[in-house]
């Protein structure tokens, strides 16, 4: 059996993400107490009782009815003349009575011109109140029975509810009825082969879980903003999580893949030996992962391999150390941007496993150099490169591209191989 510790992390940690992710959503639906009269906003009755006395009141804000007058009351009483006391002889009883009916006349003519004063008001009040009263009902009449919203408008307005539901719900529908995978038939249910499924298959589930986590987050903004950011944290860092075991899952997976490859070429070794083929491998997921960096390169210790590339068999350190020799030796010039060009670069690299070498092609930006260009540098370069040697001792111009090639080796009696290229004294170049 294989160790905990070579089982696929993506395995363990896969389950750990999903509970997390199942109690977010828990914890959203716990918290929102209030989510169903929130789901949908109050309906508008249509009740006519109701309906009118909502016109009626709004009506009446729009059109103000003035308050009615007092009544005027009946006509006044007239007042008569007192012309008893005025006598019945002479002038003086003449004058008397007449200074009488004056005064008499007089308090008539007050009283009668204050009543006529209040009933054309009263009247003027009533004409203004039957005016408005009319305005009103005309109001009334044309005024809009208030309708329900359709269904689809009122549930267009609580979109997180439906969205967020259906992503948490689906998420966890599809993770709960996820198939497992199909395994490679005849292999070593421990071997790098099956292991290599598994972590493909773990790091499958990673979009449901963002899935998920975005579903529980947009169902605690129906709660209140605190919600939110208390399940939105929860899911942000569900989300980062399952991205980051997926990323893994995924580069694990390519080192079970770079080992079970690896094992095929040794079977198939084996099988022309007529020898039995070596049992499967069975990696560590932290020598898996390091496989899948790599990409299963290893570069022999001390060997022109390892000083020129990177741990990915790149030619990263050798095109490096040829910007360094370059800008150092005026090997180039300076654009307009002030940045240095070399007239040559590091295009790519065979290296050779068996001997540790490296065989470098540079391709040439400048047309006025060729491949002897190159050998005049040949000394600082395997200095800066930190290599023994350049096999041949001069660079070649490959007839099928014009790149520039070169062997580096670190071997003491390193033979120089043959090699498919012009000679170097020739003239020509591309």
């Keep these: 059996m294989v160790p905990e510790s070579a089982k696929p992390s993506s395995v363990k940690g ?58 005027p009351g009946p006509y006044p009483d007239q007042v008569q003349a007192n012309v008893g006391l005025c006598g019945y002889n002479g002038t003086a009883s003449l004058s008397c009575r007449r200074a009488a009916i004056d005064r008499a006349d007089a308090e008539n003519e007050r009283r009668n011109s204050a009543w006529q004063e209040k009933s054309d008001a009263w ?12 305005d009103r009902r005309r109001a009334e009449i044309g005024a809009p029975v208030p309708k329900s919203r359709p269904l689809p408008a009122r549930l267009a307005e609580r979109w997180q509810f439906w969205v967020g539901l259906l992503l948490l719900g689906g998420s966890i529908a599809a993770g709960a009825n996820r198939e497992q995978p199909a395994l490679p038939a005849h292999r070593d249910p421990e071997g790098a082969a099956v292991a290599a499924v598994k972590a493909d298959h773990a790091a499958g589930g ?13 169902l605690a903004t129906l709660h209140s903003f605190g919600a939110f950011v208390l399940v939105g944290g929860l899911a942000a860092l569900v989300a980062w999580g399952s991205v980051a075991s997926a990323r893994r899952n995924r580069l694990t997976a390519e080192g079970y893949r770079v080992a079970d490859a690896q094992w095929q070429e040794q079977a198939h070794a084996a099988e022309h030996a007529g020898q039995p083929a070596p049992p499967e491998p069975r990696v560590a997921v932290a020598q898996a992962q390091n496989l899948g960096t790599t990409g299963g390169f290893v570069a ?4 022109a391999m390892a000083a020129l590339l990177d741990a990915a068999g790149r030619p ?115």
Aim: aromatic share 8%; proline share 6%; hydrophobic share 50%.
């Design 14 to 71: 896969y389950g750990a993400w999903a509970l997390a992710l199942l109690i977010a959503g828990f914890l959203a639906i716990s918290l929102m107490g209030t989510l169903y009269a929130r789901v949908l906003p109050p309906v508008e009755r249509t009740d006519p009782v109701a309906s009118k006395a909502a016109i009626e009141a709004k009506v009446a804000a729009e059109h103000p009815v003035p308050q009615p007058l007092p009544e």
């Design 123 to 134: 009247s003027d009040r009533q004409r203004e109140i039957q005016d408005a009263t009319s």
């Design 206 to 218: 990673a979009p449901l879980a963002v899935a998920g986590a975005a579903g529980a987050a947009l």
């Design 300 to 303: 022999p210790e001390g060997s």
């Design 316 to 430: 990263n350190p050798a095109a490096a150390a040829w910007f360094r020799i370059a800008q150092a030796m005026g090997l180039g010039s300076v654009d307009a941007a002030g940045r240095f060009q070399p007239w040559a670069a590091v295009e790519h690299a065979v290296w050779f496993a068996d001997t540790g070498d490296v065989e470098l092609a540079f391709r040439l930006d400048d047309v006025t150099k060729t491949a002897a260009d190159m050998t005049r540098v040949t000394g600082p370069l395997l200095r800066e490169m930190r290599v023994r040697s350049l096999i041949g001792g001069a660079f070649a111009t490959r007839h099928t591209d014009g790149r520039v090639i070169g062997r580096f080796t670190n071997n003491v009696n390193q033979a120089a191989p043959a090699l498919a290229v012009a000679d170097v004294d020739d003239d020509w170049d591309f």
